[in-house]
């Protein structure tokens, strides 16, 4: 359908308005990542987006606003993300298969907006209560999928039973989440951190009762090559 | 031997001076790990100290030294706990057997100075650059340590070959390090937490091809035995 050209315009603007506005929830991730809640002004995100600074308050009422979407914006995406990762898998995939692929789409996700993570993980314990509402709710809300996960698998007697299901789940959790921290695209590749990150969750949490079953090298494989098929399904 | 009334005296301020320094220290880090680096004040840290705000000045030149000072001092009484933990190992220990204690040490200890650990996790990216030489330092020596262990474990060949070394020992550290923004004592206890990350991190490393020639029951059990034995000698 061929757009008129007042329609096209009004199109257009919309578009660059949600640029902009991206760009600057953006930029403010960056600043609050690095400088903190108490030292993100304004002006700095301003001037990484490259903005002038009165431009902000047409999209966001006030920094308070500005520093809650933020918080709210990277958790949510990662949470949806993550929902809709698992919604895709075929209904044969296992527990434990979906426990690997929630490993995968959490480390590729939260790297990929490494400065959302970085902002929430490391001001999450300093925001005002207030600012906290939506993003504890969404943080709550990801923590919920991972506990049925490992519900489920434990369900399933995948899962180890001398682990304790709580800390097992948290210690993965962790594993998976502070990698923010210390990746660097330099150091190698993502794929090499999720293979590594997929073989020790699998191998730590298994019932060894289970593995002597199967072989070694299918193992260490299974959890690749399921995914690259539910990729491409 | 008995001190003379004058000694005494000295010993006894000498002692006061230093538990008023470690509280000073101590409310720092709390103070620290929940308003973040900017928002620290010394009226916030006077009033947790329950000391009038000047008598800090006796102790610390200023709110940028004591910040130092948390910083570093968490970081290094922790790379100090793990030196003298894994010096204190029985020479048969293996490099898995040391990787687990460093697990127990250093989930035993970060979660014993959870304020000065999370003032550290939570501010590391956040600190200005001189503030953060010693803390660094420390830091970097910390992880050496853990880069020994593993290499050592590889070189044995206890550590299963699919996995990529860094991001192994980095997911480990992570899983560790975490533990001090999820842990709750009355959600359970310690010793379940320290279980649970050893046998992760031991089924989750380890060589599979190692893994049959050892019963399960006493391959789970084995960690704790030695650690108890260790602690004793």
Known sequence: MIKNGRTRKVAEDESKSIRTRERILDSAA??????GYASTRLADVAEHAELQAPAIYY???SREDLIEEVMYTGI???????????????PEASPMDRILVAVEESLRFELNISDYTTASTRNAGQ????????????RAAYGRIWRGL???????????????LRAARMLVLGAVSWAVEWWNPKAGSLSTVVRTAQTIVKNGLANSAELPSVPAKKRAA????????????
């Open 30 to 35: 960056y600043i609050l990542s690095r400088k």
């Open 59 to 61: 999209y966001f009422k």
């Open 76 to 90: 949510a995406h990662m949470r949806a993300n993550l929902s809709n990762a698992l919604d895709a898998l075929p």
């Open 127 to 138: 925001l005002p209560e207030h600012l906290r509402v939506r993003h504890d709710k969404e």
């Open 150 to 164: 490992f519900a489920d698998a434990s369900e399933a007697g995948q899962l180890n039973p001398d682990l304790d």
């Open 222 to 233: 299974a959890p690749r090559s399921r995914r690259t098929k539910t990729a491409a399904s």
